[in-house]
């Protein structure tokens, strides 16, 4: 049975800080893996898709890595600002009935201070 | 494009009713997934459908139960409702095996 963890649970950084969120998974045949950024009570929107045959995504100031043997994945955030505040989920993808199925990690909360 | 929209945005029921939530697809997508995010936790994998049969199920008891109409929609019922129902249910489309897009959630609060 796929699991996710995603370390640390929670973090608190000053503005403009560089941060590194982790994600961990225990079964090593996905086909993707997804980082998404959820608002409190809200939807996700979807950050970076990191196909299994990748190393790395990039979009702005956010970069994301994947190593498929170990089952590791990491978000580099760079120069945080207070508007990233937000809860990180990272979802592996797996093809399975026909169709994919998104398997997630509890989160990060991450929050941005002035 | 609208992308995924669902509906009601929120709801408040008691024990042991029942509750059906609705979901349209982005424009192209012929797959419809169901997830469940309880406070704190991250979203579980209900069940998928795709031209209109139940293709894949997760780990959720027969109270939870879906349809998919021709125009690709999709409806959650949960019968017999527990305090434990209470979340975020989140619906996601994609065409084929590519990327799911999620809608904004339907919150609800069973008392």
């Known amino acids: 049975k796929q699991e996710v963890t995603q370390i640390p649970a929670a973090l608190s950084v000053p503005e403009g800080e560089n941060l590194v969120l982790n994600c961990s998974f225990t079964?090593?045949?996905?086909?993707?893996l997804q980082w998404f950024r959820q608002d409190p009570g809200k939807g996700l929107t979807s950050l970076l898709l990191i196909q299994s045959s990748q190393r790395e995504q990039t979009s702005g100031r956010l970069n994301a890595s994947l190593d498929k043997s170990s089952g590791r994945s990491t978000l580099y955030i760079a120069a945080s600002q207070p508007g990233d505040s937000a809860t990180y989920l990272c979802?592996?993808?797996?093809?399975?009935?026909?169709?994919?199925?998104?398997?997630f990690g509890t989160g990060t909360q991450l929050k941005v201070e002035l | 494009d609208a992308g995924v929209t669902q509906s009601p945005t929120h709801l408040i029921k008691t024990r042991g009713q029942q509750v059906t939530l609705r979901c349209s697809p982005k424009s192209g997508h012929d797959t419809v997934s169901w997830y469940q995010q309880a406070l704190g936790q991250g979203p579980q994998f209900i069940f998928q459908?795709?031209?209109?049969?139940?293709?894949q199920r997760g780990n959720f008891p027969d109270r939870f139960s879906g349809h998919q109409f021709p125009n690709y929609s999709s409806e959650l019922n949960v019968n017999a409702l527990l305090l434990g129902d209470s979340a975020l249910y989140l619906c996601?489309?994609?065409?084929?095996?590519?990327?799911?897009?999620f809608g904004p959630g339907t919150r609800l609060t069973v008392l």
């Open positions: 979802a592996v993808v797996i093809l399975t009935g026909g169709g994919n199925k998104l398997t």
């Open positions: 079964d090593s045949a996905i086909y993707n």
């Open positions: 996601a489309s994609n065409w084929k095996a590519r990327e799911q897009f």
């Open positions: 459908y795709y031209e209109e049969e139940e293709r």
